[in-house]
């Protein structure tokens, strides 16, 4: 993990972590030494019940994220994203100002429109946060930058809420809340001064400031791609189910396992602690691109111990009163929580992180902040959704470990759904598993893989796997051009399929298939993809280098594009391979975990790939090992 950290040491990163980490961390501050003071207080400032202005409170921060969002992707994609960072931040020292009037004044309506001028600022400063990643980072940080932001985001809201509560209960005068916030909020100012320079995308954007319309059109440009659409779905799916989660805590706590506010603090400690470390634990399981095949693994965790922490919930521990932390930590089923919870909070990691980078490098750039706003409106939604659905099962008797569990349930067929309508999700998952059970893969050279553009990608043709270690190491989706009889094989069907693979035959056995996949290919390239041939024409039968077919000639006279070599090497004597003459015939043959290779070179210019030229490229880059 040393290398995303090497993030927080470069001003394309540091400055905007620490922005971001301090804005967090001041909203939850405030809010929760709002709520909390106003819990304990609230005879002293209104005469509404307490757990009405909770709610209250809940409410007005989140609204500005409704009306504000929209226009806050059109600003972010218009101007320059680090001069909105800056006025964001001077917004928020404003903000503390009127807080410090309301302190000074005992005003409850002041300190409400406090609070909602900072879920205003918060929903300003969402898209630039998101959409000036890709500007600053390369594409093998992208993933080391999100997870870092998740991470850092749930460590301050984290910190931020037990502040805030502290705080509140601690001093004498609340006004010391606002002074504390009015110096965050100075520090988070300083940071955003060294947020490099971000170039507006479309600086001839003339702004609508009607939050309906905009909205709407905001939705449409992240409904263009379907895969970030979905993406944008998961993403608020999550945070529904997270919120939930958060929400119950304490009542939880105090029903369910019969203890006090220092038990609520440990159950927030570790699920946010397991985001942490699931945020950043991505970067090494994705091999530093953005792996979308975590993302079923993350959901899969999510269900499995969303149900788990159901079944652990204890029946018999509340009493009278509530029990010392201590006390519960001696029980072997309070362990088994908190064990539910910490992997609740890895398994979401897994799920959000790549989500959120693949919204990231799929949208387009000219509209990039606009879709990130739409993804904070739906996120909003979603969560106001979620609270308005769990409020309604509790108030008709469903108990709150159900609640969890049929959160659960519901986040198995969320998941199957979005992997139903995109099922590269799945697919890459299956490779991901692939590679990571049955082989260790070293890959070098796979960032002269181009990000975005036209290429063709040619590689050795050793095993009937070669296509899944392509996909899993490639940064993008490939669509292969395979034989049709391996095309045709079970399970490997479904996965080659729905990848968008062409198959092809021979001129002899199929010249209309033949032709079709040509002209599938020249589609392809044309519309911007990749797709890799194996010039080999079959699998290699004794592992050395089989003649390249013309084939690649005919692409490239069609399609001028660039070529980039692959080698496959460690594969042959595989189970999968031909080393026994027939592939697939002796089981586990050389073990789990064996080792094997993926080199990339650097691209050639279409009219240098010939035939031979490149069968001379990949034969170098695999060395002497098979």
């Not at 309301?102 to 600022?121: E, I, K, Y």
Request: charged share 15%.
């Amino acid at each position: 993990m040393s290398g995303q950290f090497r993030l927080l040491e470069t001003r394309r990163f540091a400055p905007l972590f620490g922005t971001q980490f301090l804005g967090a961390f001041n909203d939850n501050l405030f809010k929760n030494a709002l709520v909390v003071l106003l819990t304990f207080q609230s005879a002293q400032w209104t005469t509404l019940a307490p757990e009405l202005l909770a709610n209250l409170a809940a409410g007005i921060f989140i609204l500005p994220f409704f009306l504000f969002s929209a226009t806050a992707g059109q600003l972010a994609d218009k101007y320059d994203k680090a001069l909105i960072a800056r006025q964001t931040k001077l917004l928020e020292i404003a903000i503390m100002l009127v807080a410090v009037a309301g302190f000074a004044l005992h005003s409850l309506p002041v300190l409400l429109a406090a609070l909602f001028l900072l879920g205003l600022q918060s929903a300003l400063f969402g898209p630039v946060k998101y959409a000036i990643l890709p500007q600053h980072l390369h594409a093998d940080e992208l993933v080391g930058g999100n997870a870092l932001i998740e991470a850092g985001t749930f460590v301050a809201i984290l910190i931020g809420t037990l502040a805030g509560g502290l705080l509140a209960g601690a001093v004498a005068q609340p006004m010391w809340i606002a002074l504390g916030g009015l110096i965050i909020a100075g520090l988070g100012y300083l940071a955003s001064r060294d947020i490099p320079s971000a170039p507006p995308p479309a600086p001839e954007l003339q702004l609508s400031l009607n939050p309906l319309t905009e909205t709407w059109r905001n939705i449409n440009f992240s409904r263009a791609d379907r895969t970030v659409f979905l993406a944008i779905l998961g993403i608020s799916w999550f945070w529904l189910y997270g919120a939930l989660l958060l929400t119950q805590f304490p009542a939880y706590t105090k029903f369910v396992l019969g203890g006090g506010e220092s038990m609520v603090t440990l159950l927030l400690a570790i699920f946010t602690v397991g985001i942490g470390l699931g945020s950043l634990f991505c970067e090494r399981l994705s091999g530093k691109h953005v792996e979308i095949g975590l993302v079923p693994l993350g959901s899969i965790g999510l269900t499995l111990f969303g149900l788990d922490l159901y079944f652990a919930s204890p029946v018999d521990l509340v009493g009278t009163t509530a029990h010392e932390l201590l006390a519960l930590l001696s029980l072997p089923a309070i362990w088994r929580v908190l064990f539910d919870l910490m992997l609740l909070g890895v398994f979401g990691g897994f799920f959000i992180v790549p989500l959120y980078a693949l919204v990231q490098i799929r949208s387009a750039p000219a509209h990039r902040a606009r879709i990130i706003a739409a993804n904070n409106i739906l996120n909003a939604l979603f969560m106001v959704a979620g609270a308005l659905a769990a409020g309604a099962l509790l108030g008709g008797g469903l108990s709150i470990p159900a609640l969890f569990g049929w959160a659960a349930l519901l986040n198995a067929l969320v998941a199957l759904y979005i992997y139903k309508r995109v099922p590269e999700f799945l697919i890459r998952f299956i490779a991901w598993l692939l590679i990571k059970t049955a082989y260790r893969l070293h890959s070098a050279g796979v960032e002269h893989i181009p990000h975005e553009g036209p290429a063709v990608l040619v590689c050795n043709h050793v095993s009937f796997v070669d296509s899944l270690v392509i996909m899993a190491a490639a940064p993008r989706p490939v669509r292969f051009v395979m034989d049709q009889r391996i095309f045709r094989l079970p399970l490997l069907s479904y996965i080659f399929r729905h990848s968008g693979a062409i198959p092809i035959a021979a001129a002899k056995d199929d010249p209309v298939l033949m032709e079709k996949a040509f002209a599938d290919v020249s589609t392809a390239l044309n519309n911007g993809e990749l797709v890799a041939i194996f010039p080999e024409g079959g699998l290699t039968p004794d592992g050395e280098l089989q003649p390249f077919r013309p084939g690649i000639s005919r692409i490239l006279a069609a399609n001028p594009v660039p070529v980039v070599p692959l080698a496959l090497s460690g594969l042959w004597g595989s189970y999968f391979s031909r080393v026994d003459g027939k592939a697939m015939k002796t089981p586990f043959r050389r073990g789990l975990f064996s080792k094997i290779a993926l080199r990339a070179g650097a691209p050639l210019a279409a009219a240098e790939a010939t035939p031979e030229r490149l069968q001379a490229e990949v034969l170098a880059l695999r060395g002497g090992e098979r």
